[in-house]
Every structure is written in C-alpha cells, then in structure tokens.
Nanobody, 125 residues
Framework: QVQVVESGGGSVQAGGSLRLSCAASGTRNSFNTMAWYREAPGKEREWVASLQSGGTTNYAESTKGRFTVSRANAKNTIQLQMNNLKPEDTAVYYC???????????????????WGKGTLVTVSP
C-alpha cells in the first residue's frame, strides 16, 4: 500500500520561508505526478503546485513566483519551497502522489493517486 507523508510545516511570520517535503513509499513505481494542495479554515481544498515526472512544474496564480516545487534526491520525494509567505497562505498543506499502476499481463495501466494526512502552515502578520 502506498503511503504519502508530508513534513516541514510550522509557524512563521509574514515574509518568512518554509520548506515542505513529501515522500511516497510502498511502491516500486516512480510517480507520474506529485502535487501540493492546501485547505484553509472554512475553505475548500485548492491546488497549489505540481511536478510531473518529466520535470514540468505548474503553479496556482496565488503562489507563482513565491513557491517552488522540486524533486528531492530520494525516490518519489518532492519539496515545496515557500518564500515571502503571507497570512493568507495559512492552511493545512496536503501532498498528492499519482502513479501509473500496471493491472494485467498486457501492461495496461490505471492511474491511482494517494493523499497524505497534511502538515499545518501558519503565517502570522
């Protein structure tokens, strides 16, 4: 069973930085896409940034230029460098890892994705 674990959350003042990490384990496959989402109090979960296996990165408008998602050295591990943090960045940050799983001898694949339990980021004014 694939497990996804986030780490690196904490409290910081506005303008500060934090680095989050996400590690997916329990599979021999390499990820297809890994992404960060966040859920602020009273709001729906929103997409923050993603990294595709080929290296393509994408960012939400609210984080573009401040956040950087990158691959870490360990397999199926990514990081999210967050700079110039704002109070509105306060949220629980979740990592989602998507894999292509082979389901039969012919090599057919299906997409399976897995969520971590989240890590809290608090930015004070």
């Amino acid at each position: 069973q694939v497990q996804v674990v986030e780490s690196g959350g904490g409290s910081v003042q506005a303008g500060g930085s934090l680095r989050l990490s996400c590690a997916a384990s329990g599979t021999r496959n390499s990820f297809n896409t890994m992404a960060w989402y966040r859920e602020a109090p009273g709001k729906e979960r929103e997409w923050v940034a993603s990294l595709q296996s080929g290296g393509t990165t994408n960012y939400a408008e609210s984080t573009k230029g401040r956040f950087t998602v990158s691959r870490a050295n360990a397999k199926n591990t990514i990081q999210l460098q967050m700079n110039n943090l704002k109070p509105e960045d306060t949220a629980v940050y979740y990592c989602n890892a998507e894999f292509l799983m082979v389901v039969n001898v012919e090599g057919a694949t299906v997409r399976r994705d897995y969520w971590g339990k989240g890590t809290l980021v608090t930015v004070s004014p």
